[in-house]
């Protein structure tokens, strides 16, 4: 038996990543009876048929860490969201979206902020300011100066990770920076790390010379909060946390609520008002229904 990972599936076939290179793999029958569909990222043990053709069954599948939707992958350790300080201008209602939807999933968050080169008005120290008062990692970064290349290399190395924010932000030229064996296609229109260019809908690990793997398609694309409750949310909103002492305690959703520490921190600068801000909107749009961006 050899332990690996999926990294693809196609057609009924699964593609495992093994110390001793990759073997094109049927699943168990045992799986269907189960209802256990092997997913990429699954971490399995596999028997090998024929060392020659590389062909193998998969055997056992690992407990999974976690298991993402969009894109249907398990084990994904870290989401870069991934947002520029202008070109697009960045929407920050939307940036806090992604966070929770990664704080739901348990993921690791690291903020990357890229097109630093474009700073003129001190976007990114504004930005950078929300984020880390927020508890949040942030990398600024620029595809064209290559400034902190190297530190995305080093969020990548040995771990799974999903890269998600809007098109246009610099993902895939963040891409072909880190692996120069990547040829992802850049430019103002759709996502290219990957839509269109496959007609079925399926996720692949794409492994890193750097060490590392990472989803060929970005995270969240469909940015529905519709499994999230309303007194769920403020838990998505980590630095919430440490101000636990409102009046009406645990109840409390940061609101209306006289005595309320969130709202108290709020006004002392100790939380960021602009996440507070985008609190108060998620929880609104929930209210109302309004839950599909
Ligand atoms: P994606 O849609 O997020 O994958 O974004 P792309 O990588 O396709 O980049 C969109 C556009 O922004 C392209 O024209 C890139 O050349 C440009 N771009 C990407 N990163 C940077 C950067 O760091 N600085 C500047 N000035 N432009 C960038
Ligand atoms: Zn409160």
Same mark, same amino acid.
């Given at each position: &038996? ?10 009924? %076939? ?7 290179? #990759? ?34 069954? !998969? ?8 298991? +993402?939707? =969009?894109? /249907?992958?398990?084990? *994904?350790?870290?989401?870069?969201? !991934? %947002?520029? @300080?202008?070109? /697009? ?17 348990? #993921?690791?968050?690291? !903020? *990357?902020?890229?097109? *630093? ?9 504004? +930005? ?12 600024? *970064?620029?595809?064209? $100066?290559? +400034?902190? !290349?190297?530190? @995305?290399?080093?969020?990548? =190395? ?16 963040? #891409? ?22 496959? $007609? $079925? ?11 590392? &793997? ?43 609520? /006289? ?26 749009? &929930? ?7």
């Amino acid at each position: &038996m050899l332990n690996g990972q999926i990294i693809k599936g196609i057609g009924g %076939f699964y593609y495992v990543d093994t110390d001793n290179g #990759l073997y094109e793999c049927r699943a168990r029958g045992i799986f269907r009876k189960q209802k256990v569909t092997p997913l990429v990222g699954d971490r399995v043990s596999i028997s090998v048929v024929d060392e020659e053709t590389k062909k193998g069954v !998969v055997e056992d599948i690992k407990k999974r860490d976690t298991e +993402l939707v =969009r894109p /249907p992958i398990a084990n *994904v350790d870290k989401v870069l969201i !991934v %947002f520029a @300080i202008k070109n /697009p201008k960045p929407n920050l209602s939307l940036l806090d979206r992604f966070i929770v939807l990664a704080e739901k999933e348990n #993921l690791e968050i690291v !903020v *990357v902020l890229t097109k *630093v080169d474009l700073d003129d008005d001190d976007k990114l120290n504004e +930005l950078k300011t929300i984020y880390e008062l927020s508890g949040y990692k942030v990398i600024p *970064v620029s595809n064209e $100066t290559k +400034l902190n !290349v190297d530190k @995305i290399k080093d969020e990548l =190395r040995d771990n799974v990770v999903v890269f998600a924010g809007p098109s246009g932000v610099g993902k895939s030229s963040l #891409l072909n920076e880190i692996d120069k064996n990547f040829k992802l296609q850049t430019g103002e229109v759709s996502d290219k790390i990957k839509r269109g260019k496959h $007609t $079925t809908r399926h996720a692949e690990l794409l492994k890193l010379e750097c060490g590392g &793997m990472v989803a060929d398609t970005p995270g969240f694309s469909s940015l529905t909060l519709d499994d999230i409750g309303e007194t769920e949310l403020k838990g998505y909103f980590i630095e919430f946390d440490e101000f636990d002492d409102c009046k009406f305690g645990s109840r409390c959703i940061h609101e209306n609520e /006289p005595s309320c520490a969130v709202k108290e921190a709020v006004e002392n600068g100790e939380i960021s008002k602009q996440r507070y801000k985008s609190y108060i909107q998620l929880l609104n749009e &929930m209210r109302q229904g309004k839950r599909r961006y």
